[in-house]
């Protein structure tokens, strides 16, 4: 273990953190890796074998999984390794737009999830305890920017599924509440997830023009 927090790559500051499905060497099935990229480049900086989210809060994030390194035989061995990321966003960057990938346990056509207007506001990705499940598990909520007392939505055991230059997925489950004869359910759901940036003000001219 480290006794401090050491930069992914020597003389690197600012890179592109992607989530995707490959192909691994001898291995026919797609596994999820996370990779560290130049920017605008598909060359390999760094990579973390199946990685999994650990905490989300304001622009920094945190990814745990496996890093192979290679020892002086040549062999290739796996450690664990984490990444505090810290993401670049633009200076009018006010938080992030959530928009849910499914409807009552059901995936949601890509069109009617990129139309949609979406929660803006806080996203923070933590562990927390969900009754239901009995148990610790990760959980992501976002609030509305207006001061409140319950979050505007929630994912329970929630993981990442992909994640590009601009925007990424979350994966998970709604805890759905009792309501006259059903009972308390567990739905599968998913929110897409994109920076949310402040609109710039109309000027006279331009307001003028949209009359």
């Known amino acids: 273990m480290l006794a401090a927090a050491v930069p992914a ?17 001898g291995n026919r099935r ?8 130049p920017i605008g480049e598909q060359r390999i900086l760094a990579q973390l074998l199946l990685p999994k989210l650990v905490k989300l809060q304001g622009w920094n994030l945190v990814l745990s999984g496996i890093e192979e390194l290679k020892g002086v035989a040549g062999q290739t061995r796996g450690v664990a390794q984490t990444w505090v990321c810290k993401l670049w966003v633009p200076d009018n960057a006010v938080g992030y737009r ?4 499914c409807q ?54 929630c993981h990442i599924e992909w994640m590009s230059d601009e925007t990424f997925e979350l994966g998970g489950l709604r805890v759905c509440a009792s309501h006259e004869d059903q009972p308390e359910r567990l739905e599968r759901a998913g929110w897409l997830v994109e920076i949310d940036v402040k609109e710039r003000e109309l000027t006279k ?7």
């Open 104 to 157: 009552q346990g059901v995936l949601a056509p890509k069109s009617a999830i990129r139309q949609s207007s979406g929660t803006r506001g806080r996203l923070v990705v933590t562990t927390d305890y969900v009754t239901p499940l009995q148990r610790y598990t990760l959980c992501a909520e976002v609030h509305h920017h207006q001061v409140s007392t319950f979050p505007a939505g929630r994912l329970v055991d």
């Open 30 to 37: 797609p596994a999820k890796v996370a990779r560290l990229r």
């Open 98 to 101: 959530v928009r849910d990938t």
């Open 9 to 25: 790559v020597d003389g690197a500051s600012l890179m592109e953190l992607v989530v995707v499905e490959v192909t691994l060497d």
């Open 205 to 211: 001219r331009e307001a003028r023009m949209l009359r």
